[in-house]
């Protein structure tokens, strides 16, 4: 094993050649990563990966290590199902604000390898999707979220008593720069992505997806548009329809560009249609086979005066 790894150290100097061995051999050498503790380090050095400032070609964490700013508390990760649908991910916007890289692990393999590669040259790997993870502000920045926190409190807790046991919890974060809410998961439990993965094994043991499933967190941006006019809203009416509605509207959202699957796709459907309907102007009188399916969505107005209000209350 020695001078196998000996022997890949040297062909790295040759990248034509080391890419093309990788791309033949790079899931071997993950599962080296999840399997062989005594030379998990060496193997460390030969992985490469895409990443949010490498372009299309891959880094190794080497260069990556490399490039980080000194202020940088570790090595940033995300994982997914696809190159694609990572670059887009809400989790990155505030990352990339502050000009931290961030590597795409995109492979089922690399799940299972991160959780025993815990850090890499003495840099902690940390975890975008997931919990706790802190993104140092400076003081306008800091003390500006704490005002926007205070705002949104209540909201929070509004959302806690509509979702109930959907999610563990809901708190105020500035893990997010544009996008109005995320849903992560717990430091210790299973991410999005392999969750996604478990629920795809023909013989899975559905007793262990139990207590590894993580409860879901939501995290909400208070400087979003939708999260202040959301909250002003709810502060008018708690009880206001529409409100809990759109709530719903949020975690469903969040769901799919955090990664899950959609546990009631025929009531995300529904919310969606009554928003194109709105939309449309058309009047919900044609469809009361519908009805029962859309008795929990907000009331619809067909009439030509209301139809602004009606779409402000949406938006």
Known sequence: ??????????????????????EAFGKNLKLGIHEDSTNR????????????????????????????DDKQPGIYYITGESKRAVETSPFLERLKKKGYEVIYMIDPIDEYAVQQLKEFDGKKLLS????????????????????????????????????????????????????????????????????RIMKAQALRDSSQSGYMTSKKTMEINPTNSII??????????????????????????????SGFSLEEPATFSSRIHRLVKLGLSLDDDDDDADDDDMEDLPPLDGDDDNEESAMEQVD
């Open 228 to 257: 202040n006019a959301l909250r002003e809203k709810a502060d008018a009416d708690q009880s206001d329809k529409t409100v809990r509605d759109l709530i719903w509207l949020l975690y469903d959202t969040s769901l799919l560009t």
């Open 1 to 22: 094993v020695k001078k196998c790894i000996e022997m890949f150290m040297d062909l790295t100097e040759n990248e034509d050649a080391y890419k093309k061995f990788y």
């Open 128 to 195: 975008a999707t997931k919990e706790g993870l802190n993104i140092e502000d400076d003081e306008d920045e800091k003390k500006a979220f704490e005002e926007a926190k205070a705002k949104t409190e209540g909201l929070c807790k509004l959302m806690k008593e509509v979702l109930e046991d959907k999610v563990e919890k809901v708190i105020v974060s500035n893990r997010l720069a544009d996008s109005p809410c995320c849903l992560v998961t717990g430091e210790y439990g299973w991410s999005a992505n392999m969750e």
């Open 41 to 68: 380090a060496k193997i460390a050095k030969l992985l490469r990966y895409s990443s949010t400032k490498s372009g299309d070609e891959m880094t190794s964490l080497d260069d990556y290590v490399g490039r980080m």
